[in-house]
């Protein structure tokens, strides 16, 4: 008597959990179940509404290639963080790409001194309709020097023309028109440490 209740309990328990070890025909392990579950959390899904067939629209949309101008800044991105006296120091504050072809960077990087110096810099695509197409705007030749503020903390802005209106007496206005890509850019980055 004892053992086909207990029989009946463990059969009971088994097919009451048979759903959550067996997906689509398939059992899962663990590790796939954690790594579901870590997709969802990243996209602020709660794991009760992790369903498998969202789990895969979330993985498709996390393995998708960037999007024309993203992948263009990151590839600025890239190219410029090579520049730096530290490329693991890199961080991106703004990735903006105008209209016109203009990759406007702001990044920050850790100098000679151990400091960070935070430097705005313009790389010119192939698309960019003007004079300079492939190349950077940053702190090289004598503009780029001209560019950098000596108040203490060393800095370049060459976005003024490039990424930003050019107002009164050289002051910067408002951004040119274009696309702000910074997160995506930072996301990819993230990803792929």
Known sequence: MILRSTLRS????????????????????????????????KHYIPADKCTPEIY???????????????????????????????PE????????VTDEGAV???????????????????YLTQAWPHRGKGKWMDEGGVMGGMAANNSGAYQVDRWGG???????FGRQGDMNPGTDVTE??????????
């Not at 120091?89 to 903006?96: D, E, G, I, K, L």
């Not at 960077?105 to 313009?122: C, F, K, P």
């Not at 490039?162 to 009164?168: E, L, Y």
């Open 10 to 41: 463990t059969l009971c328990l088994a097919v009451l959990l048979m759903p959550h070890l067996v997906l689509n025909g398939q059992a899962q392990d663990a590790t796939a179940l954690e790594t579901q579950y870590k997709t969802c959390a």
């Open 89 to 96: 120091s890199m961080q991106v504050h703004t990735a903006y």
């Open 184 to 193: 995506k850019v930072n996301q990819v980055l993230k990803e792929n440490k």
């Open 56 to 86: 895969q629209q979330l993985k498709d949309k996390d393995n998708a290639p960037p999007d024309p101008t993203t992948a263009t800044a990151l590839q600025a991105v890239k190219e410029y963080q090579t520049r730096l006296k530290n």
């Open 162 to 168: 490039f990424c930003q209106k050019v107002k009164a």
């Open 104 to 122: 406007c960077l702001e990044i920050a990087g850790q100098n000679s001194m151990g400091g960070m110096s935070v430097s705005r810099v313009v």
